[in-house]
């Protein structure tokens, strides 16, 4: 017989944090339910007690505490997680005092704040170890700070239809985020409508946004309803929207600042309400300094941003993304989904990911066909992927390049080659430390085979941020 799902409830007034702990919690198979307030908790308890409970501790009308004092009386047996900053370490040691099963700091890391819920569930009998669940994988995968820092900007605006910009580079998942603000809005239960604008001819654009009357030019059978009125009452998301012609701009801005638009051929103006979201992967400000796109239009679309970042500033996501895409490689196949090895994963890790998660994708899909194994080992991975023929050949590469440079100085300059080399050298590798560790210098200067000193001194002399 199947084990039911844990029910965990999450008290917190921060709507980020709820929405944040809310993802994370549903992808391992959990039910939840939120509230802003502990009154509101109190009211919902009296028809029933969840498995596992979270709350803050600083929330307007009852504390966390106080919450922890009234249910240690009416729920004596309910685990109950704390979430509290790390300057209010009085607060966890109350915590504690007042019967928590545990204390977790802001920011908290999203896979220890699962593993809390499952370890207080098997502490209240509700789930034994047999019975955690593997992590089920969502479209939205991240536990890098950067992605974190995505799903933060998702929760904050889970409330409103604000306007928003997502920038970020080919391949990197704007439009997942989109659906996501769509999703999590109050318009979540109206269409969510996409249209790539850089994928449609220029002439035909015009009448994809805003539809066209019969007869409006030739071919023009028939009236044709346009994405806007598609959208009515929901989101619409225009990807590559820095690619849009001068004239459709105008348009587009009329519709953002008044509601309304003809139709193509039309004579009545359309009233619609829909939120805007627009992605690029174009410097939008440096197209306004070019004049390629409208100044007004820009500050229109850009009330909020969100960027996605590229796959090579969130590697540690790496193996998660590859495990759930070769699971849906295996399941289109008909087939038990592959595993990658130690060294695999190190190698594609190492890769510099050009396509982002689009080429991930895609190299699961590939590596699950031409991998004879079930298991699959660095000598699978081809080398356009980064494969030990690539490696081999880009370290060649690199110090022929460094060979050339040399020899270009010499004839150029009397300086020490040592003297206009090393400074560089040294500020390359330690700017790809630093950015594979997010900026921890501890864990950089490891990397480097260096003390923490050390790396401090050298940024300090380099001038490097």
Known sequence: MAKRPLNVWIVDDDQSVRWVLEKSLKQADMETRSFERAEHLLEAIAGGEPDVLITDVRMPGMSGLALLDRLRTTCPDLPIIVITAHSDLENAVAAYKGGAFEYLPKPFDIDEAVDLVHKAARLNGVESEADEPPGQMASMIGQAPAMQEVFRSIGRLSGSSMTVLITGESGTGKELVARALHDHSPRANKPFVALNTSAIAAELLESELFGHEKGAFTGADARRIGRFEQANGGTLFLDEIGDMSPGLQTRLLRVLAESEFYRVGGQAAIKVDVRVIAATNQDLARAVKESRFREDLYHRLNVIRINTPPLRHRREDIPLLLQHYLAEAGQELGAPPKSLDADAIETLQAFSWPGNVRQLVNAARRLTVTAPGSVISSQDIPSDLGGSESLKRGAKEWTRVLAAWAEGQ????????????????????????????????????????????????????????
Do not use: C
Not at 431 to 437: N, S
Not at 451 to 458: D, E, F, P, Q
């Open 410 to 465: 010499i004839t150029r300059s009397e300086q020490p080659l040592l003297d206009t080399a090393l400074p560089e050298f040294e500020k390359t590798l330690i700017e790809i430390a630093m950015a594979k560790t997010n900026g921890h210098r501890q864990d950089a200067a490891k990397l480097l085979g260096w003390g923490r000193n050390t790396l401090a001194r050298k940024m300090k002399a380099l001038h490097i941020d």
